[in-house]
């Protein structure tokens, strides 16, 4: 918190209060003041977690990241891009895996979309990073913009919804002060556990089993560890998922924990123990960082809002730590709210758009969490198969049929927001939707397709902060349109697109794109209200 603001008995005054600076609280933030919206963040830990829990940073989540200037430093802070991602399927290390999951690098991604500009390869590829290391590098971002500010060491304890907005209060426990802070608007980000989501009694609908485990966090540059070749995530059939965190010497190893006091009691006594026992190898540990306990749970919240208070990320939905659905979630929800409450804070934005968050942002973590549930019944199924005795050759089988799982790109960028009330929708069938790949459309409420123009550079960095009219006309037909948005009050850049590539790919002379690279409308000539379309899309 800022000198000048710790006088402990005035209210402070913020457009918007974030409560949590984990990922997903401290890229929202960087959101708004990619908006040039100030905000107060607050987080009750004074440094970021120490254990890793996220990896997989989607190829979208790249994208929106980098609109905000962080892809390259994520990357060079994260995993080297010449290492695959492979899924290695075990029944102890003392034999050959039953079956790997082939997963390409990085640079093998990257030679891969730069020979396809059709729209159907992203613009970023997917970056495996420790989770501690991303939070660490948000909220140094955070902490260093200066319409941020950071309140590290405070808790929320109490908020209440005013006509105005949101009243909190918060505490530093460290010092015992108490500070009021009125918003206009609330987020909490406050994960899986979240107070805000608890003061505002709003249901977390579970689904699929509770499950409970122990992570350890520990250093081994034992070469046993990779006796089988290199690999991302290792399921062993015994109860024990390891994952390499850094490809060097850095590991988390989570134990399925199932028994009773006896199996608690060995956890406690020496976890490493029960690791090499279920991985079937012992090996050699420099050092054990931290052990954390934690349940696994598959749960979308009952409502994102209540008033002028909504829920983000880890507070609106818990998944189950497989294939990468929760925190990309929750990255998408940032920057979903965040460009919705700028509009509003800014002044061209209507109530329509905080209706949509939860129109948009619901169905998608509701089918992710589906998508969670499927790839964890995988790893269930193979490790009953192989208690059960089947052969190798059966399990073998089972796992190559089930390989598509971890080859979805179409979950990460096929999304489509078929019911936001802030899209003009059309008739007729929507394009198909593929789960390995990406289908180029600028259908309403998808993503538009990526391209490259003539000149090396991407579409995507060509659009403006907010909304953007892409012409591709070739006639200038959409100059006027955006002109006559700004004299509605709605923010619209215009881009001119001479480019036969681009214009195969995006199908119409004009697309008016959302700042977070969505499709709001689009069609071949002026609509015959285009007030209406500005209306619609302002949430007005």
Request: net charge negative; glycine share 10%; hydrophobic share 40%.
């Amino acid at each position: 918190m800022r000198t000048q603001e710790r006088h402990p008995t005035a209210p402070l005054e913020t457009p918007i209060l974030i409560v949590g600076a984990g990922p997903v609280g401290a890229v929202l933030a960087l959101e708004l003041a990619h908006h040039q919206v100030p905000c107060v963040l607050v987080e009750r830990a004074t440094t970021p977690s120490r254990h890793p829990k996220m990896d997989y940073v989607s190829g979208r989540s790249m994208e929106l990241l980098h609109r905000l200037g962080l892809a390259d430093e994520l990357r060079r802070r994260g995993v080297p891009a010449e290492y695959r991602a492979n899924f290695l399927w075990s029944r102890g290390f003392d034999e050959p895996p039953v079956q790997i999951w082939d997963h390409p690098s990085v640079t093998e991604l990257t030679d891969r979309f730069a020979r396809v500009n059709d729209g159907s390869a992203p613009v970023q590829a997917y970056q495996r990073v420790q989770g501690s290391l991303l939070e660490q590098f948000v909220r140094d971002q955070a902490r260093a913009h200066p319409l941020v500010d950071l309140w590290e060491g405070w808790s929320l304890t109490d908020l209440e919804q005013t006509p105005d907005g949101v009243s909190a209060t918060v505490v530093e426990p460290a010092t015992g002060t108490t500070r009021l802070v009125r918003a206009r608007y609330l987020a909490g980000c406050d994960g899986a556990n979240s107070s805000v989501r608890r003061l505002l009694a709003i249901p977390l609908g579970e689904s699929g089993p509770k499950t409970r485990h122990c992570s350890v966090y520990f250093r081994s540059a034992d070469p046993a560890l990779r006796r089988h070749g290199r690999a991302f995530v290792t399921i062993a059939a015994r109860g024990l998922t390891l994952v390499s965190r850094d490809e060097r010497d850095t590991w988390t190893a989570s134990l399925l924990l199932t028994g009773g006091a006896a199996e608690d009691a060995a956890v406690d006594a020496d976890p490493m123990a029960l690791v090499r026992e279920r991985l079937g190898v012992d090996f050699a540990v420099e050092e054990v960082r931290s052990v954390a306990r934690w349940d696994g749970t598959l749960a979308v919240a009952d409502s994102y809002r209540n008033g002028s208070a909504f829920l983000v990320g880890d507070a609106a939905h818990v998944f189950y730590p497989t294939g990468g659905f929760g925190a990309n979630t929750g990255l998408a929800d940032a920057v979903d709210l965040g460009w919705k409450l700028s509009a509003l804070v800014n002044g061209w934005g209507g109530a329509g758009l905080l209706e949509s968050y939860e129109r948009e942002r619901r169905p998608v973590a509701s089918f992710n969490a589906e998508m969670c549930a499927n790839l964890m019944e995988v790893w269930r199924r193979f490790g009953r198969l192989v208690r059960a005795g089947a052969s190798r050759e059966h399990v073998a089988g089972f796992l190559g049929r089930e390989s598509f799982q971890a080859d979805n790109v179409g979950i990460h960028f096929g999304y489509r927001y078929g019911d936001s009330p802030v899209v003009w929708h059309e008739d007729g069938p929507a394009p198909e939707w593929q789960w390995r790949a990406i289908v180029p459309s600028t259908w309403p409420g998808g993503r538009a397709p990526s391209v490259r123009l003539a000149d090396g550079t991407s579409v995507f960095d060509r659009l403006g902060p907010d909304y953007t009219l892409v012409d591709l006309s070739r006639a200038g037909t959409g100059e006027i349109l955006a002109k006559e948005a700004g004299r509605r009050g709605v923010p619209v850049a215009y881009l001119r697109v001479d480019d036969p590539t681009a214009r195969t790919a995006w199908d119409r002379d004009l697309v008016l794109v959302r700042p977070d690279h969505h499709v709001a409308w689009r069609g071949d000539a002026a609509p015959d209200d285009w007030g209406a379309v500005v209306d619609r899309v302002s949430g007005r």
